[in-house]
């Protein structure tokens, strides 16, 4: 087995070699599965079970598009039958709560009378049911009422169901009931069916033998992979039973830890429970078989081989669209990349659950079928609890509901609070001394009826899907991130290269101003000197120059110019203002300059911070990275388990 998914054809491979326990020569058209059901050898001995001829359960949806013509409504009480077909029939009391997607509708239940064993054929026990096929219709039969009147019990019975059966065919019971909702399953939507009734009265009869639901179940599972062309399925089996409260594993006995657990994503399950990937009709069967081998079956006063425990047989099927997604990593145009990113590829998970209840007893002699017989009547009790308690008035609020006061119940709960498409097949005794005991599942099978379910079909993002969406999104913000980089880059050069510019104009412009400034202020300095006021002109120390001379006129010096560089013989004070007027102008011309550096200084610091924003998008991308390597590696363990799985095989 691979853990691939499924395209049609799936060639079958006989892998396990199994021989499934088979019946009388099989009336269907599938040979190939149903030679392989072989009649099992007796067994007398409690658990573990050796193969034996009947068995267990199924589970199956119906498609809307299949739904046989609506038949007629339950009688039985109140609910109205969504009759026939397990799908979209609805009664009255579901229309209004019918949608386009997932329509309402109520448990689909059916009831079978089995014929009389030979050994009450030999008693002259007579039949007390009466059954109309077309009216789907079960009442007393003369016999029945006059059983009743003996016991002070007279009241007529009389219920209708979905369908009602009496005889050994199972085909017509499997069409009209169970195949619809097979496909259904295949589909995308939970399916669960259970076989409920009094020991011996032909649970097992109707999922095993002849070939039973089961088998059938398998066959129709693979031949609707055939026929879809345009999707691939991974199908995986677990199978186990609840003995005595305890939960086993029948695909791994040893696995003795086994508890319920149940959390917002996966909902209610059991783990570890042993799954294992299926890709042939041999295949499924042949875990089957593995499982009944294990399974707890024992003689007791009713029943030769009666069932000792509650199975539960589980098809996981995971279904998507065929398309040729690549997976690998090269590299994208953004435009490519922007396509996978918005396209996610999604799959449906559903669940085929076949459930075979043990029967319910009345006192077995052996103390061991005792202690066996009472675990199974108390948990078959508070299946009745629950059940009533959800088909309790519709208007009141609903009470406590007791699911965990079995592990059937909590098992079954997502089933039972309308998260899968159910059928339940009610078996009943055709003799007087089960009269009462089939009352009850009449009675239970009436109320079973009210529950109204709406089973979701939803998509999931398929794992390989979001390795691609990340992939998509990666690509196409590297693709960006390499844009913005080029973008940026450029701009910054630009940027750089004009601040430089103007940076090396500033302070050109800047050295220029100081030179003149430093210039300016000598100037005014030595005009300054030259301004004579009485704190500056010395005190006259008795000059005695020759010839009479009272010493050099300042004013020639003035004249002569060798006081300095005073090109202006006019009002030194004029000339003093006029130097501090260009004074003020380069000083203000200064300030100018150093508001166009720091505005320079802005700019740059601006494009600082597009380059750091630049680089959380490298970060993004960096995160992206990292998780697509996470979903990698669980796509590889998942992979290796799988790959494990089969190599055990
Ligand atoms: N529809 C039927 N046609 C012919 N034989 C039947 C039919 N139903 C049941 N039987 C026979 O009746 C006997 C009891 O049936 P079966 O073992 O299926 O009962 P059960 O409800 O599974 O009992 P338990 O709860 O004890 O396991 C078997 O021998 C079986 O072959």
Redesign the pocket.
């Known amino acids: 087995m691979t853990n691939a998914f499924l395209s049609p054809p799936q060639p079958t491979q006989s892998r396990r070699g199994s021989t499934y326990r088979n019946r009388s020569p099989s009336t269907s058209s599938n040979t190939s599965l149903h030679s392989r059901w072989q009649p099992a050898p007796t067994s007398t001995k409690s658990s573990p079970r050796s193969p034996r001829?009947?068995?267990t359960i199924t589970t199956l949806t119906p498609s809307l598009s299949t739904l046989p013509p609506r038949r007629k409504s339950s009688t039985s009480s109140v609910v109205s039958t969504a009759s026939s077909s397990s799908t979209a029939t609805t009664s009255t009391v579901n229309t209004s709560m019918t949608s386009p997607l997932s329509p309402a509708e109520n448990v689909k239940v059916v009831v079978?009378c089995?014929?009389l064993?030979q050994k009450e054929f030999l008693n002259k026990s007579e039949s007390c049911w009466t059954i109309s096929r077309e009216a789907s219709r079960i009442s007393l039969s003369p016999h029945g009422i006059q059983k009743r009147r003996e016991t002070n019990k007279g009241r007529m019975i009389e219920h209708h169901f979905d369908n009602v059966f009496?005889?050994?065919d199972?085909t017509d019971l499997y069409q009209t009931s169970i195949h619809n909702l097979v496909n259904q399953a295949m589909e995308g939507y939970n399916a669960t069916v259970f076989?409920y009734?009094?020991?011996?009265?032909?649970?097992?009869?109707?999922?095993e033998?002849?070939p039973g639901v089961i088998p059938r179940a398998v066959d129709d599972v693979f031949s609707y992979i055939r026929q879809t062309q345009t999707k691939e399925f991974v199908l995986r089996v677990s199978y186990l039973e609840i003995y005595n409260e305890t939960i086993r594993d029948l695909l791994a006995p040893e696995n003795d830890t086994l508890k319920i657990h149940e959390d917002k994503r996966r909902g209610i399950y059991v783990s570890p429970l042993t799954e294992e990937v299926v890709t042939s009709p041999v295949d499924v069967l042949s875990v089957i078989q593995k499982g009944e081998a294990n399974r707890h079956?024992s003689t007791?006063n009713?029943?030769?081989?009666?069932?000792?425990s509650h199975t539960i047989f589980q098809l996981v099927i995971e279904s998507r669209e065929r398309t040729s997604t690549s997976t690998a990593l090269g590299p994208l145009s953004s435009h490519r990349a922007s396509k996978y990113s918005s396209r996610v590829e999604c799959m449906r998970i559903s669940q085929l659950s076949l459930i075979?209840?043990?029967?319910s007893?009345k006192a077995a002699s052996d103390q061991e079928r005792r202690k066996e017989g009472a675990y199974i009547n108390k948990s078959l009790l508070t299946l009745g609890t629950v059940i009533s308690k959800l088909t309790e008035s519709r208007r009141a609020p609903p009470s406590h509901i007791p699911f965990r006061d079995s592990k059937l119940t909590r098992i079954l709960q997502p089933s039972l609070s309308g998260q899968a498409k159910v059928v339940v097949i009610c078996?009943i005794s055709p003799t007087a001394n089960s009269l009462e005991e089939s009352n009850n599942t009449l009675k239970f099978a009436a109320r079973v009826k009210r529950i109204v379910v709406k089973a979701k079909n939803d998509e999931v993002p398929n794992d390989k899907a979001l390795l691609q969406k990340y992939r998509g999104e990666i690509m196409e913000l590297r693709s960006k991130l390499d844009t913005a980089n080029n973008v940026l880059l450029q701009e910054k050069e630009h940027t750089q290269s004009m601040l430089s510019a103007e940076r090396q104009q500033h302070e050109q412009q800047m050295r220029q101003m100081r030179l003149v400034r430093t210039a300016l202020k000598e100037r005014i300095d030595h005009l300054m000197r030259l301004i004579l006021n009485s704190s500056t002109v010395p005190m006259p120390i008795s000059p005695t120059y020759p010839n009479g001379n009272n010493g050099p006129d300042p004013s020639k010096a003035l004249e002569r110019g060798d006081s300095g560089p005073v090109e202006n013989h006019g009002d030194p004070w004029q000339l003093v203002r006029e130097l501090q007027r260009q004074l003020a102008q380069v000083n203000a011309s200064k300030a100018s300059t150093e508001k166009l550096l720091a505005e320079s200084r802005r700019r740059n610091q601006e494009l600082e911070k597009i380059v750091e924003d630049n680089k959380g998008l490298a970060d993004k991308v960096a995160n992206l990275e990292a998780e697509l390597s996470i979903t990698k590696a669980e796509l590889q363990v998942t992979s290796i388990l799988a790959q494990e799985g089969n190599t055990s095989d």
């Open positions: 001829p009947t068995t079978r089995r014929p064993t009496q005889g050994s199972n076989a009734g009094q020991t011996a009265s032909g649970k097992t009869y109707g999922n033998s002849e079956i007791t009713y029943n030769l081989h009666s069932s000792r075979d209840l043990a029967g007893e078996t």
